[in-house]
């Protein structure tokens, strides 16, 4: 991932299916599902965890791959807080989101609604079945085509995506060739934490299509050896996911209170904290308010309580 050969195989797992995701016809069409080992290699440089038996061309993703959550109640609440959250705190309204790797489309039309925004969004098992509700979205079912369709993105958002690609340094390295760093484009990503799955034992996100496993350290390095800027960390959804928020390094962040619009230059700055894992961290010197000045980033339960971020909209 990092380039580094200092690997060390840490654990082995005997064959399993490729895609632990699809829908098969019959029981027959399962049974004879290509399978793929798993070896999972710790890279001493950047501690990243991957499988070093991964072949790209075992998995291909398609309308029949199916890995929405969005069936949960649990899940779906989740979404939506998440959802607000992005929008409120780095007031993208009217705005451009891109997801890529969409899914079936329920999280880019939620970011779409809370915000009156447009959605762009890109993953080939989109199926066309999701109600857009309404809103101005579209969904292209390929894969992320290059950094080029984003331009004049206010937001990107990429979730459980980067786990699954075989080369995580090139998608982040186009990523970052589509966004103008003047611009302040806030990238949000979100994984499963390698350091939950460690300390949980949280053996279910051990399948095939999972080619990298990654901790905060080995995100946050990803991330910047690719031109970014972190603005915040966390872990959500019962400690089990990661996520990083980082823009183009370029430009200064202005105090607080500067009124000016997050993602075009606006206060995007402090750490977040969640009441479900380690906690956030404050990152990159960014401008953080006194603890009495702190409003909650969404509702007590939602997993993002606790937020020391200026809020746009909310005296940020």
Not at 136 to 149: S, Y
């Amino acid at each position: 991932m990092c380039g580094s050969d200092d690997l060390e195989v840490v654990a082995a797992v005997p064959p399993v299916p490729v895609l632990a995701n699809a829908f098969l016809e019959d029981a027959d069409a399962a049974r004879s599902v290509p399978r793929g080992e798993l070896s999972l290699a710790l890279c001493h440089r950047c501690t990243a965890l991957m499988n070093v038996a991964f072949d790209a061309r075992l998995v291909r993703y398609g309308g029949a791959y199916e890995n929405s959550l969005h069936f949960s109640a649990t899940f779906d609440r989740y979404a939506e807080d998440l959802a607000h959250r992005l929008v409120e705190r780095h007031d993208v309204r009217g705005g451009l989101v891109v997801e890529v790797g969409s899914g079936k489309g329920e999280f880019l039309v939620k970011l779409c609604e809370a915000g009156g925004n447009r959605g762009l969004g890109f993953d080939p098992s989109h199926d066309g079945a999701v109600d857009t509700r309404g809103q101005a979205v579209t969904f292209v079912p390929e894969l992320f085509p290059g950094g080029a369709v984003l331009a004049g993105a206010d937001l990107v958002c990429s979730r459980h995506v980067l786990e699954h690609v075989e080369q995580p340094s090139e998608l982040v390295a186009e990523l970052a060739s589509g966004l103008d760093p003047a611009r302040r484009t806030v990238v949000y990503v979100e994984v499963p934490d390698a350091g939950y799955m460690l300390r949980e034992g949280a053996v279910w996100d051990l399948v095939y299509e999972h080619r990298s496993y990654f901790a905060a350290p080995a995100l946050r390095r990803l991330f910047r050896r690719a031109g970014f800027e972190p603005a915040g960390e966390g872990t959500a959804f019962g400690g089990q996911y990661l996520f990083l928020e980082v823009v183009r390094v370029g430009g200064r962040w202005p105090s607080p209170g500067g009124g000016r619009r997050a993602g075009r230059g606006g206060p995007v700055g402090g750490d977040l904290r969640s009441p479900v894992g380690p906690g956030p961290r404050a990152l990159g010197g960014l401008p953080r308010r006194a603890a009495r000045d702190r409003p909650p980033c969404g509702p007590v339960g939602s997993g993002f309580e606790g937020c020391d971020l200026p809020q746009p909209g909310r005296g940020g």
